[in-house]
């Protein structure tokens, strides 16, 4: 009997051509966001194919989780490099990401190419009013999760108060937080509680970096490379030099002031901030692409983020759009060497290793520094406080998209207090589309009374539109 089980207990190491299957799978399944991506890396690695232990595989989200960037990306490609080191997590992060990119990249040449088609129009119509109920969820999901204190709570309405009124720019908000969360770690410790990463209950193992439980695929020469100072600065340079040497070689090929050089510079500044997902990092992206550069107008952020949400990937893939159009219409209304559609795939693909490359940079150098990391109290208290200021940046955004989606028209005010500029959009309410509210209703109804997933909502809301733009266009 135990010559029977000693292969169930040890068995073979899974190669990387094994694992390629299961991170395919992976990636055609990650639609939905964040949470329903990493409930399915859960569901193939953990639950059916045993890879990792339950324990290794929260421990690899919370470090995940304190680090910028797409979660569920970061966790398939640390997962990836604990299997098969580099290579490993080269495979299961690109994978993670191609899906989508591809997808992103075809429905971003559909759409300038037949976005003046009436079927097309009235498509866009009834999602950027579902996309709105979609932000609201974000809103009311993060807040329930994460301002369990007073203080968080402070911390959220300061945040909104912050970018809503004052126009302060998102990374200082980040910043702001951090700071705030590290200093109430000291001064009022239970206000700043460390907040679970995972719906499942935190387990606490003493050794769990170098302890590999019976069955799992761990490369223990992973696990053997003790963290230093010199290697993990020496591993960094090599990141920073794979990230910075496409958008400088661009910078080189079309001028340091192309669109392509500035979209390469402005999305790796992005990537430094994005705590707290997509939705947190959408409203500094918003305000600097399109009040700034003029990449797009809001209308069509709205569309690339209706996009974002309908196609595999992480959410973020956004970016990819606002990339695309801005390269895009560059090129229309400034004809150099590159075609509209050609420009609008190179600023897809520069705006996409902006945005992923330091992801790998992170998880690199940092994966052999989680154990430090996730018994480090005050960077988690932080990390807390830095989720707590995104609810009040992500309420900002479902207020910007509103006001976007639901009126034709806005107004701005400005007034000047104490030195300090601050200025509101207003709504013109005799502009307020009926439609679109029908299909925020509609959709606000699938996704919180009825309980429907987001496609439903979606597929629902855009018929609706469809049928209404048809009759009383965008009445």
Known sequence: MESETAPEANPPRVTLAQALPAWCRVAALSFGGPTAQIAVMHRILVDEKKWVSE????????????????????????????????????TAGLLFILPGFLSILALSIIYVTWHDVPAVEAIFFGLKA????????????????????RALLCVAAAAFIAIFFLKVPFPLVILAAGIVGLAGNRLWPASFPVLAAHDK??????DVEHHVEPGEQVDPKMLAVRPTVARTLAIASVWILIWWLPIIAVALLFGVNSVYATEGIFFSKAALVTFGGAYAVLPYIGQQAVERYHWLSAGQMLDGLGLAETTPGPLIMVVQFVGFLGAYHFAEQNP????????????????????????????????RWVERLRQNRALTAALSAVTAAVVGVVLNLAIWFGVKALFQHVHVTSWSVAGWTMSLEWPEWSTISGGSVLCLAVAATLIFALKRNIFVALGVSVAIGAVWYAFLGTR
């Open 55 to 90: 324990t290794r595989f929260l421990h690899a989200l919370n470090f995940c989780m304190l680090i910028p960037g797409p979660e569920a990306q970061q966790l398939a490609t640390y997962i990836g490099w604990l299997m098969h080191g580099v290579r490993g997590a080269l």
């Open 130 to 149: 579902a996309i709105l109920a979609v932000v609201i969820q974000a809103v009311l999901r993060i807040g329930g999760r994460v301002l369990k204190t």
């Open 201 to 206: 209950q935190q387990v606490n193992e003493p």
């Open 336 to 367: 150099g060497p590159l075609p509209p559609l050609a420009a609008g795939v190179l600023g897809s693909v520069v705006t996409v290793w902006a945005t992923f490359a330091p992801c790998f940079l992170y998880i690199m150098t940092g994966a």
